[in-house]
């Protein structure tokens, strides 16, 4: 049963609301992204909770699975990464994702399995382990199908991964279906995304051929530069299916969301980057919708 815990955090106000007034379209089946670059500090942590939480602010059903080592995304919903069980726990000593998974404060279809300090040691012990590159999968498919059989299927699931591409990005890209890459929008990080898409090739090739990139997000957009400008053009030539085009600009709100325990969804949801943040969660969903031949041949079925 998931562990109904909350968060022994200080309370705070909460300044916006949980929910939208307009539900975002369900998927037909569970959604697992990765959300992955190898280059730091191009909003990775910060897209993957703000869509997280926009997407149950929406009304589906959303688990954020912390991988990162440093914890930000547990730090973003308030979490306290001390005394508690988390992926350190699931991916090295096999402990249910039922017992380390906490429901978020004030969020109802909100639920996440935090990144432990211990969680630094993972990628030197998974190292010898067998089949070390399926042990998130094997966990999070158990815990899907648990929560299923209960009723309580989740909609999406959103992995944040470390900036690098050690044995704990090769585990959430072994275990999702999906990639989605935050591109900021500056030179190297187009760079960082040829480096990235070969390795995705290779989890193609070797660990798990359904993994596909379906989504890149541009952040840290500043529509008055140049540079930014020609960034996303690129992005917009290359890559027009996967590509959401709804900029994040660089806001002073997003980045100071985090250091009062919440995301920017919260911490002000009429700022620019709140607002970004609500589009382009609605647009994932809305890509993820059955389509109308879809649901006609399922009541056909």
Do not use: W
């Not at 897209?47 to 149950?56: D, F, K, R, T």
């Not at 990235?196 to 840290?220: A, D, P, R």
Request: a negative charge; glycine letters at 6%; hydrophobic letters at 40%.
């Amino acid at each position: 049963m998931s562990d109904s815990r909350e968060t022994n955090s200080t309370p705070r106000r909460i300044v916006g609301t949980k929910r939208f007034r307009e539900a975002m379209p369900k998927p037909i089946s569970t959604r697992i992204f990765t959300v992955a670059n190898q280059k730091g500090g191009v909003g990775k942590t910060t897209s993957a909770v703000n869509i997280g939480a926009a997407l149950a602010m929406g009304g589906l059903r959303t688990l954020i699975i912390d991988l990162d080592p440093q914890g930000n995304a547990s730090t973003a919903f308030g979490i306290s990464r001390d005394e508690v069980n988390g992926m350190y726990e699931v991916i090295t000593k096999d402990l249910p994702i039922s017992d380390a998974a906490l429901k978020v404060p004030g969020y109802p279809h909100l639920e996440i399995i935090p990144a432990t300090q211990s969680l630094a040691n993972a990628e030197v012990e998974l190292v010898p382990m067998v089949a070390r590159e399926l042990r998130l999968k094997k966990a999070l498919t158990n815990y899907l199908n648990d929560t299923a059989q209960r009723g309580e299927r989740f909609d999406y699931v959103i992995i944040d991964c470390p900036p690098s591409l050690g044995l704990l990005t090769v585990n959430a890209l072994v275990a999702a279906d999906e990639l989605l890459i935050p591109i900021q929008c500056e030179y190297y990080s187009l760079e960082g995304l040829t480096l990235l898409l070969h390795t995705v090739s290779l989890i193609q090739e070797h660990l798990n051929q359904n993994i596909k990139l379906s989504t890149i997000v541009l952040t840290m957009f500043d529509g008055r530069t140049r540079l930014a400008n020609d960034v996303a053009d690129e992005v917009r030539k290359h890559y027009p299916e996967q590509l959401i085009d709804i900029p994040i600009p660089r806001a002073v709100r997003v980045s100071e969301a985090p250091s009062y325990g919440q995301t920017v969804m919260t911490y002000d949801p009429a700022s620019n980057g709140a607002e970004a943040y609500a589009l382009v969660a609605r647009e994932i969903a809305r890509r993820g919708a059955p389509s109308i031949t879809s649901i006609s041949e399922v009541s056909v079925g």
